[in-house]
């Protein structure tokens, strides 16, 4: 799994946030656009571009996109 | 996986209540903006709601069954089978479907069967109602299925208050020599399950007297939860992966292909999921009719309700190819593959 990818496929899950903003160590609960709407986006694409399954405690327990990277990964592995 | 063979869906009627709660008039949503923005995402316009009226669901579905009876021609003495699926009963200890036997007047020969269960409990229902039939000693069935959900919502609960409808339904079944198989997928994810659960107020956790005011706050809104009473996030996570697989098995077992199918009626849990679901399994939205905009999701109600609502007419007229798949509650879900010709659908009835 790559990292720069899966921030790449993060950052498609926003409208108005510019994608530069988002790196592997964004906090990204607080980025102003993140919502329960955005975070579903999220859970879509993880489903549809790695196909795991994540779990509301795994969005709520990541800080940064990289813990959320690494609690995919793990899934897969 | 199962196969039923030998029985017949005849027909199905649903009846919700008159009073309706639009979302843009929620008064928790700070502006219009935010209230539409809701309303785009759930696909909610408008639910129909008990309110304070005194009506529950099994009310809704006796009323549901009775219209359904008489336009079938059916007599009360020909039903050999009740089942009833709900997750809100009347009382703790005497199941709706005793409530729904006496006030239809059935004989006393008939079988009754209460079935607990959540947004899968239609496809549940049909599993184990044709299950019975398809021995061929009982022949006609009514499947009653229908919430007043409303009623214990928490009314400050930001992710379910937009979103429940009440509803009751009935559909009918006949054993039937000639009838086409019923096929079934269905499983249980039950370590997933806390995703929506309530505790409080169960045999478990009997309510204290404080533990009962904090529930009647919540309910009345004077309290507003902490956090939503549902784990959103893990059921449309569920929602989107699991029901895709099943159905995407269940065709496959049978040599179905999806583009042949005239409707996929997925479980109304919200537009969002619902689209995804259809996204997945390439079948345009043409074919997967919505009922959300004027009832909601109405918990395991929804199947029943969206093809009375959406798509009445193809059903009274056509043969019709049907792929139907409930998720949640369990977390589980049920798939079901029928065939059906010229059901006899009342148009929604307003209680």
Known sequence: MDIDLFVQ?????????????????????????????????????????????????DMRAAVTVEDLFNIVQSKIA | ??????????????????????????????TPEEAAKVEETT?????????????????????AAERLLDDLGW?????????????????????????????????????SLDIYHGCPGWVVGMMSASSLLSHGAMHRCLLLDGDNISSIQWKMDHESR????????????????????????????????????????????????????????????????????????????FGISVPPKSIKRLCEAHN????????LVLHQANLFMVQKIAKKLKVEEQRVPISLGEYGNVTSATIPLTIVSQCADEYRTKSMKTVACGFGTGLSWATVYMETTGLIIPDVIIY
Not at chain 2, 256 to 263: E, N, T
């Open chain 2, 75 to 111: 007599e009360r003495e020909s039903i050999d089978l009740i089942v009833n699926v709900t997750q809100t009963s009347d009382y703790i200890n005497h199941p709706n479907v005793f409530i729904a036997h006496e006030r239809l007047g059935l004989k006393k020969e008939c079988m």
């Open chain 2, 256 to 263: 179905l292909d999806l583009a042949d199918i005239d409707k």
């Open chain 2, 43 to 63: 696909g909610v316009v408008r639910k129909h709601i008990v309110k304070d009226s005194g009506v529950t669901g099994v009310d809704l579905c006796i009323r």
């Open chain 1, 9 to 57: 496929n993060f950052a498609d899950q926003f409208d108005d946030t510019d994608p530069d903003e988002i790196k592997a160590e964004t906090a990204f609960h607080d980025l102003d656009e993140y919502s329960s709407l955005i975070a579903l986006s999220i859970i879509a694409m993880v489903d549809e571009e790695y196909d795991v399954q994540l779990k509301g405690d």
């Open chain 2, 1 to 30: 996986m199962l196969t039923i063979p030998r029985v017949a869906v005849r027909g199905m009627a649903a009846c919700v209540p008159r009073f309706t709660e639009e979302t843009r008039d929620i008064e928790f949503y700070a």
């Open chain 2, 162 to 237: 937009p979103l429940f409808g009440d509803c009751g339904t009935a559909t009918a079944l006949e054993y039937d020599d000639n009838a086409c198989p019923l096929f079934f997928d269905t499983g249980t994810n039950s370590e997933d399950g806390k995703a929506l659960i309530h505790e409080p107020g169960g045999y478990r956790n009997p309510y204290t007297l404080e533990s009962l005011r904090q529930e009647l706050d919540l309910r009345s809104g004077k309290l507003a939860p902490e956090e939503s009473g549902m784990d959103g996030m893990s059921v449309f996570s």
